[in-house]
């Protein structure tokens, strides 16, 4: 199913357990739009993790896809049967690429996200540069939304103008530094929240408190 904001929060669970991924996600209890998974958990706990998960709402799949076309399709294609609703990939792979992506989400009746500029410090060296080639080539292409920086809200901003009515998912609120309501106010759609929530002593409250804070 399609992101749509009503908390505005997407939990990322990177833990290296799937049981414990699976417990967090439980107890969250479907307060979040949605549940992020990369590799560190997929890897761990196997593909099907995403079916799991996907009894406590949308899953996101975080693998930055950013190959050839082909095997982005067949990458996409393995998310998507395994239950994901929407797949991440990189832009500086080329619009063919990003293409590939799309094409393959929409088979399925699901979304692709573009990665513009990462939220961490070594993103300003290459991918900062050519941020808003990478918004213009994912809208180009027709992606459902990119990803962009909430540790950096001024350039959050800078890119919420050339990102037009494509949704914005913020990554880098908590441990990176980010700060949620920041974000939102930025023009981010949704906030990506990992650590801050699944490394708390209670995954409930933290996600709570980070939907109050958009409320508010
Ligand atoms: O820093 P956190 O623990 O809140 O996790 C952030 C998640 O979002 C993590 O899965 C990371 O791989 C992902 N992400 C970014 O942090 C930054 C990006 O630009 C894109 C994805």
């Known amino acids: ?57 949308n899953v996101v799949a975080d693998f930055k896809v950013a190959d050839i076309p082909n095997t982005n399709s067949l990458i996409c294609a393995q998310a998507f049967k395994a ?42 060296e290459f991918l900062q540069p050519h941020a808003f080639e990478l918004v213009e080539l994912a809208r180009r292409a027709g992606a459902s939304g990119i990803i962009a920086p909430a540790t950096r809200p001024e350039r959050l901003a800078d890119i919420r103008r050339h990102a037009g009515n494509m949704k914005i998912l913020a990554p880098g609120v908590g441990a990176q530094g980010g700060e949620a309501r920041r974000a939102i106010e930025a ?19 933290a996600a709570l408190e980070f939907i109050e804070q958009l409320r508010r």
């Open 1 to 57: 199913m399609p992101l749509v904001p009503r908390s505005r929060l997407i939990v990322a669970l990177d833990l290296m357990d799937g049981y414990e991924a699976l417990s967090i996600a439980e107890k969250l209890g479907g307060i979040a739009d949605a549940i992020k998974v990369n590799y560190p958990l997929v890897l761990a706990a196997g593909l099907g993790i995403i079916k799991d998960l996907k009894k406590h709402g």
């Open 83 to 124: 239950g994901a609703d929407a797949i991440i990939c990189h832009g500086f792979a080329g619009s063919d690429s990003v293409k590939a992506c799309i094409g393959e989400a929409s088979k399925y009746g699901c979304e692709a996200y573009v990665v513009t500029e990462m939220s961490h410090p070594g993103a300003v």
């Open 187 to 205: 023009g981010a759609d949704f906030i990506i929240v990992g650590r801050s929530i699944y490394g708390a002593d209670d995954p409930y409250e």
